[in-house]
């Protein structure tokens, strides 16, 4: 086994492991730390497929803003174990487990079937990943997608603080 | 690596989020299960585009990053969700306290 397959199994491994404590975890502070752990091994499978790029933005974006913000909305509001809703009917739990591992099975045995699947990805090298080429295609060929991503942010901006506004 | 590894590994990570959304009820956690699903299929993308660089070779470089710069793009989209969700459930808060998602079918009357 080389050193690249071992990597990715372990990357694989947290990144499972995590995303099921995500679910599992009763009190929210250690799902969301779960969840990080998630995005940083995501990152490390980024890392493994030369997009550098995408896994230093998911490093800032993901683990370093979005989940600060989830971090601080549920300190903000003193969530933990104890005020946890309860499921009641113990029935909705287990169907919901058993639709989600059907619709895994499903997709897994569709995906068997089909023979692009054994085709290679490139690890470790290739340059498409890489800062300057993305920037050169991201300011040249998706230079307008990229202005209407900031009208968004603006829009988004706005409903956040016209929504959480007290009884306007 | 085969495709496939990625493939099913991106398939495991949306399930898991998918039961997540389905079996817990705290508002947060039911949207970091949507933000996991949304990484899964980032994943892929990735893995794909990195497939694509290795069967098209280096001279097609512009498709290879078409799906980086797609993936870019779905990060900005969570980020601007993110922000008007957390408001949404703050508000839920204030007015319910509790981040219990069944309270909302008050919303029916």
């Known amino acids: 086994m080389s050193i690249v397959e071992i990597l990715f199994w372990f990357l694989s491994i947290l990144a499972l492991g995590g995303a099921a404590m995500v679910v599992a975890s009763k009190s929210p502070v250690h799902s969301i730390l779960y969840l990080i752990l998630t995005f940083f091994a995501i990152s490390g499978h980024y890392i493994l497929l030369n997009a550098q790029f995408l896994a230093i933005v998911n490093v800032i974006v993901y683990a370093g803003a979005i989940m600060v913000l989830f971090l601080f909305v549920v300190m903000l509001m003193n969530l933990n174990a104890d005020s946890e809703p309860q499921q009641k009917n113990k029935w909705l739990l287990y169907i919901g487990g058993i639709a989600g591992g059907s619709l895994l099975l499903v997709i897994v045995a569709a995906l068997k079937q089909t023979a692009a ?37 603006l829009s988004a901006m706005i409903g956040a603080v016209v929504i959480s506004k007290k009884e306007a | 690596m085969p495709v496939y590894y990625y493939i099913f590994l991106a398939v495991a990570l949306f399930c898991i989020g998918i039961i997540g959304v389905l079996i817990r009820r705290n508002a947060i956690i039911i949207f970091m299960c949507v933000e996991l699903m949304l990484n899964a299929a980032n994943l892929l993308l990735v893995a794909f585009s990195k497939m694509h660089h290795e069967v098209l070779g280096s001279n097609q470089q512009s ?9 870019f793009f779905i990060m900005v989209v969570a980020a601007a969700e993110v922000t008007v969700g957390l408001a949404i459930i703050v508000m839920l808060y204030r007015n319910t306290h509790s981040v219990d998602v069944n309270f909302l079918n008050r919303l029916k009357n």
């Open chain 1, 117 to 153: 699947t054994t085709q290679l990805v490139q690890m470790n090298n290739g340059d498409a990943g890489l800062i300057k080429n993305l920037g050169m295609v991201l300011f040249t060929e998706y230079v307008f997608p990229f202005e209407i991503s900031s009208v968004l942010f």
């Open chain 2, 63 to 71: 498709a290879a990053g078409d799906a980086q710069i797609f993936v």
